[in-house]
């Protein structure tokens, strides 16, 4: 029971992580329409800088503000240089022209920090345990995503929904031409949206950095997930994002912890091992198609569209 | 000014003249290799031990001028296919070199044997090969698959080890780890656990393997994955309570990324960087000192395929027509390996002595693999049997 009880936090730890990611994903696409690829490399530029900040600097915190205001420039210029033109042009185009932002941008890691797998520190007063119930340690990092995860979704609703920006944001994602039509630079506004999409994919891309690898195309591992997750909350939606982040989160680390074992029990042992990791790992693209196929706008779609 | 034009075309036209000529009496070896996306930098190694190889030999393969073409099959066995045939119809190479992957080796290398070309691996050794479709023009200087998991099953045994967790990628290579390690291995297994290919968090794997409480873990994680498996182990606070024992997961290129949290681990291989041999000194050495860092074993075999193709071209005179000649100069293994003096077995795959590394900390502090032990020497492969060559 402990064990449950732990891998569902487990769960709830790479649902946040997803949702750091989806976030970004899906006001982009949501609020711009726009099918950003690239996202997964603003990630990995988040995770290089970090590492990068946290080595010349030696404070944790520095390296993580300079991280992310770096993110942000780099998102805002990518906006300004090469995305700009693309709004107004089908998705295929979009895909197209990210697609290629992802080449340039790895082939960009691979010159300034190499082809190898940099070295990401984990401070020290960060790699203890905390004694969530008796029996259960968990480590301290993981809570710590978990803690930074549910505040910037809490900051994100906030944003969204009660400030200024949070309204033209939402009415640029209804009627764009009405939002510029009454005088709002509607241009300056994407270009703020996609650099806090930047920003949210830098701040996934550092948090990950102590314990994934930071290596080039560590972007690309994480993005299929967080489109899945996108799909099934609902595009454009941050509660969505949070939802169907959590869902794929629990779906995939239970299935991947208990599936073998439950599977067992009906099965015989051999079919059971087999049958068990394959199940497990194609999981949550079952639950994709299920969501797609009873609620084809996925779990909370955004009310503009 | 005419003059000047003139001699242009003298020196133009001597060239011409001459080049066809000079041409005829080069050695040609396709190398084929990943050179892009992550694993680019396995790729990059073994470019890098080639051309130091060929700066040892000075710039000459067995006494001729050598040209290499280097390939890269991008990790799929379709691309590295269509670089082997370029390279034996486009460029008529004498040799190919080089492939990281079993997957990529076993579309390239019955591709270029069929040709009549020889084929050098200098990474993979998928069974097969070994076996069944061993080839009198196929040469290895790595190793079969299975030999590595193989020692550490053969140590873990002897040290009475039992109550172990095993765990690897859910693919063809994961299993054949978990088996050729359980070929040696007689003790309990708790566990056997395969993850999905390319999986980037464990910790619901790692929760589920402290419930189990095993004695030690035995793990199979190549590339990234083992860098992310090693740290989520470490920060689960595992590493000092459950001794991990692992193959290919830990090597000179995953180590700088993973410092600390491999301190302790146990690796087996037959190659490292601390072997004590002249060959190897001179490797290491040179390597650190043109490259600025440590070697890798892709990088050793790759250094040893150039110097194997050299003994062969030098024991034909540079006749490499006489492929006759060559097969049995390779067979004879004649050349200074980095891993010191070892034999081919009758699959053309080496007979070699296997060692238990270490992860230690190193005179700068940075981790380092250290060799422990002599776990088998002379170890041949479990597949030769099925190999129906003879010498």
Known sequence: MLLVLEQALNGVQFGVTLFLMAAGLTLVFGIMNLVNLAHGALYMLGAYLAATFYQRTGSFFTALALALVVTLVIGILVELVALRTLYERDHLDQVLATFGLILFFNEMVAIV????????????????????????????????????????????????????LGMLIRAGASNRTMVSALGVNIRLLYTLVFGLGAALAGLAGLMAGPIYAVQIGMGEEILIQVFVVIVIGGIGSIKGALVGALVVGMVDTLGRAFLRPTLATVLSPSAADSAGPALASVLIYILMAAVLFFRPQGLFPAASR | MRTVTRIAFLLLAMLLAVTPAAAQEKVKIGFITTLSGPQGVIGEHMKNSVELALDHLGRKIGGLPVEVIYGDDQVKPDVGKQVADEMLKRHKVHFVSGVIWSNVMLAVAPTVTAAGTFMIGTNAGPH???????????????????QTPEAMGKYMQDQGITDVYAMAPNYAAGKDMVSGFKRYFKGKIVDEVYTKLGQTDYQAEISQLRAKNPKAVFVFYPGG???????????????????????????EISLPAVKEAAS????????????????????????????GKMPVFYGAQSYDGMFLIDSAVKAVKGNLADQKGMIAAMRKADYPSTRGKYTYNINHFPIQNFYLLKAVAGPGGEPVMQIQKTVFENHKDSYSKECGMKW
């Open chain 2, 225 to 251: 994955m083992g860098i992310q498996f090693l740290k989520q182990y470490a920060e689960a606070g595992l590493r000092g309570q459950i001794p991990l024992y692992s193959v290919y997961t830990v090597d």
């Open chain 2, 128 to 146: 097969d090969l070994a076996g069944k479709l061993c080839h009198e023009l196929f040469f290895t200087t790595s190793w079969q698959n299975d």
């Open chain 2, 264 to 291: 302790g681990q146990f690796e087996t291989r037959y190659w490292s960087p601390d072997l004590k041999n002249a060959a190897n000194e001179k490797y290491v050495n040179d390597f650190k000192k043109k490259y």
């Open chain 1, 113 to 164: 920090w190499g082809r190898a797998a940099i070295y990401a520190k984990l401070p020290a007063w960060l790699s203890g345990h905390i004694q969530v119930l008796p029996g259960i340690r968990y480590p301290l990092y993981r809570a710590l995503v978990i803690v930074v995860g549910l505040l910037v979704a809490v900051l994100l609703w906030l944003l969204v929904n009660r400030t200024r």
